[in-house]
């Protein structure tokens, strides 16, 4: 698990972006270096929303950003509107990037304190000369009425006088202004309420149907993922564990790590779930995670990622890394012992070498 | 730990643990009079965990600070009362309080980070109240310190006693701030939002420990979140906070299938779920909460309610008894009731809901 493969990969002409073996390092002193992301691959289809999960560290921001460039990734393709953006000077990148937007999690700070809202929504007309002032205005004042806000209520104030809600719709309305055609959002719901999250997530997701909209959406919150997503990609340090469609992936996960995650949030809404929909019973003997710390990125386990840390692991995790491939329709996995689906052809040839894989295969199986 | 010491001995009493009585914590600014717990009434009985819940401003974190006595100086004013196994705390000299925090009454605060000195070694962080409180030697403090390590699951912790906070992870530091809050084997334990800021599977981590620790030592639990769905599985009681009032109080199963409180229906509607389709438009509560310094006359959640009618903004909703008796709520026109679904019913054919 946690590898990774080109197999969750659709048609490339059909696809509004599509990241290729994305690799991004960050240097520490001493020649070593921080494995962020380690060969990710995953497209959008234009108007789809994919759905980034993982834990902290697990390299999905990093994976977002890199998406924009921001930085440059080590090696690895990202191709927009079929045009990549890796081999893009500096101009041609700045012409590209209105196209692609951001929104961040904390939106008090990614809004500029001194400026005013007005200032704040309008600056990406004025960078790029669109409109006079008083179309730009105009721009402005229809953009923030979309996300519910008065422009001339709020235009001449100053981010600290809202809430975060608040904030969070005026970083919404500047990131449109430009009519892109991807965003990517990053935990944009994170700091909320749960009140204000689900008014910001129907935001977003009328947004996104009255512009046309394609998101990538980075969330540790499952549930808040299965939400918005239509496709979702589970991350581990920095390498993709599995890949389905959001009602898929929740209703039949088959990475292990998939499965922790589902439990740990399930465990904390027990009460409330009732077990309809999502077929999870927890097992307390296969499903106990081991209780180690995150592995280091610096130096990041052999074979596997996960490997440290899984119920199922054995000899052949630590030695070949699995890649991606699919157990099911529109599902992808990279792991040996996947829960519910056949194993790896690596897994099988090991167990039919007597190798011991015998054991999982018969829980696999089970 | 047979040869401990205490300072002062709290004798177990025949009633609750703690009684909480018309709390009202006032804070003066310059916005005027800020309301933060308006009257709050609860008791905990020993070895249960209460959850007390609310949106962000509703005076969850001011009525647990206040709780336990942990307020600024100036500017503030504390009134009702907090009976602590027979003790009263309000009013009780600040040196009384000091041998109950970090004897008695532990408390986890939200950022495990910052709630632990960056430039101590963890060891000495651990063992400080053993040392304070217990009168512990240093090595009687070590050991405890070790087991207590151990205990909330962190390996190698002879070694690991040596190292400063900003080695450890979040959820490590976390479980570092938990084995200091339990060092002395408090009676009542409050942690304000202790998985906040932490991943869902170090979360769920935190809170099966807060259980197990809670369920081997027989202490009584506050647990303060944002997040219902969160506390659900996770408590025996759980208070529903509006606008520095309690709005609805019952155990977590009453709570849960028979609420009440238009407010709570709405927190519980308002978060997606795994088990929901993909896509499904969430239901949001309208508006905002009010100004703390300038409430509405009547019910204060009844401009964004669903139920609210006229009488609503005029009258202010008592806290009453539902089926079971340790269920109250306060609202005129309740959910599940004929009376709440006529007032949903008339609301809706206004047009005033959609």
């Known amino acids: 698990m946690a590898g990774s493969g080109v197999a969750q990969l659709r048609e490339p002409s059909a696809a509004l972006i599509r990241v290729e073996d994305l690799v991004v390092d960050f240097p520490l002193p001493g020649r070593r270096k921080v494995h962020a992301v380690s060969g990710v691959s995953f497209d959008v289809y234009p108007g789809e929303t994919l759905g980034l999960v993982g834990e902290s560290g697990c390299g999905k921001s990093t994976t977002g950003r890199a998406v924009l460039q921001l930085p ?43 400026r005013t809202v007005s200032d704040l929504v309008t600056e990406p007309l004025s960078i790029w000369g669109i409109g006079t002032r008083s179309e730009r ?11 519910n806000m008065d422009y001339d209520a709020v235009g001449w104030r100053r981010p600290y006088e809202f809430s975060i809600g608040q904030c969070q719709r005026i970083s919404i309305a500047r990131a449109l202004m430009l009519n892109p055609r991807l965003v990517v959002c990053d935990e944009p719901v994170s700091a909320l309420d749960v009140s204000v999250q689900a008014q910001i ?5 009328d947004m996104k149907r009255r512009h046309g909209l394609t998101l990538v959406f980075i969330s540790h919150d499952l549930s808040v993922v299965k939400n918005v997503s239509d496709r979702v990609m589970v991350m581990f340090l920095g390498k993709v564990c599995e890949v389905a469609s959001a009602d898929r992936l929740y209703t039949e996960p088959a990475h292990p790590y998939t499965r922790a995650l589902m439990l740990a949030s399930i465990g904390a809404s ?39 840390r899984c ?40 167990a039919a070498d007597g190798g011991g894989a015998g054991s999982a295969a018969g829980r696999a199986g089970g | 730990m047979g040869a401990r010491r205490r ?64 307020l600024p100086q100036r500017n503030v004013t504390r009134e009702g009362r907090v009976r602590f196994a027979g003790l009263d705390l309000v009013g009780a000299p600040e040196h009384e309080l000091r041998e109950l925090w970090g004897d008695q009454i532990a408390m986890v605060f939200q950022d495990p980070v910052t709630s632990l000195n960056p430039v101590v070694r963890i060891g000495r962080q651990i063992t400080e109240s053993l040392r304070h409180h217990v009168g512990m030697s240093r090595s009687e403090a070590r050991a405890a310190a070790t087991a207590l390590l151990r205990s909330v699951g962190i390996a190698e912790p002879e070694q690991r006693l040596r190292w400063y906070p900003h080695q450890f992870s979040g959820g490590m530091c976390q479980r570092i701030v938990i084995a200091s809050a339990i060092a002395c084997g408090p009676q009542l334990l409050l942690a304000d939002e202790p998985t906040t800021g932490l991943d ?44 520095g009032k309690v709005v609805e109080k019952a155990p977590t199963a009453t709570l849960l299938s028979d609420t009440r409180m238009p407010y709570t229906e709405a927190l519980l509607r308002s978060a997606p779920r795994l088990t929901d389709g993909s896509h499904r438009r969430l239901p949001t509560i309208p508006g905002a909460p009010p100004d703390p310094s300038d409430y509405p006359a009547g019910c204060r959640f009844a401009s964004r309610c669903a139920y609210a009618q006229p009488r609503c903004a005029e009258e202010e909703p008592p806290l009453r008894p539902g089926a079971v008796p340790e269920h109250t709520y306060a609202c005129w026109y309740p959910v599940g009731t004929p009376h709440g679904a006529e007032a949903l019913e008339l609301n809706r054919a206004g047009g005033a809901v959609g």
């Open chain 1, 72 to 114: 440059r990734p080590t090696s690895g393709k990202v191709i927009f509107d079929q045009v990549d953006l890796t081999k893009l000077g500096g101009e041609e990148l700045r012409q590209k990037r209105t196209e692609l937007q951001v929104i961040f999690q904390d939106p008090i700070s990614s809004l500029y304190p001194r």
């Open chain 2, 200 to 243: 869902v599977t170090v979360a769920a981590q935190i809170l099966d420990l807060l259980q197990r620790l809670q369920h081997e030592r027989q202490m009584s639990m506050i647990l303060v979140s944002h997040d219902l769905g969160l506390v659900a599985g996770r408590s025996d009681d759980i208070i529903v906070m509006y606008a």
């Open chain 1, 270 to 308: 027990k009460a409330l779930v009732g077990g309809g929909g999502v077929k999870m019973m927890p097992n307390p003997e296969t499903d106990a995670e081991k209780q180690t710390e995150m592995p280091s990125s610096i130096t990041p386990p052999s074979g596997c990622r996960y490997r440290t």
């Open chain 1, 201 to 205: 997530i129907n935001l977003l997701q």
């Open chain 1, 137 to 147: 205005e105009d721009r402005a004042r229809a953009m923030l009425a979309e996300v």
């Open chain 2, 7 to 70: 300072v002062r001995e709290v004798r177990p009493t025949d009633g609750p643990l703690l009684e909480v009585e018309d709390l009202r914590t006032y804070f003066e600014t310059r916005r005027g009079l800020v309301k933060a717990v308006d009257g709050v009434s609860f008791e905990l009985i020993a070895g249960r965990t209460l959850a007390i819940v609310g949106e962000s401003g509703s005076g969850k974190t001011v009525l647990s600070r206040s709780v336990m006595g942990l």
């Open chain 1, 311 to 350: 119920p199922h692991a054995e000899k052949i995790c630590a030695e070949v890394e699995p890649v991606t491939r699919r157990v099911g329709d529109d599902h992808y996995v990279a792991c040996h012992f996947p829960i519910g689906a056949p194993l790896s052809e690596d897994a099988r040839q090991l």
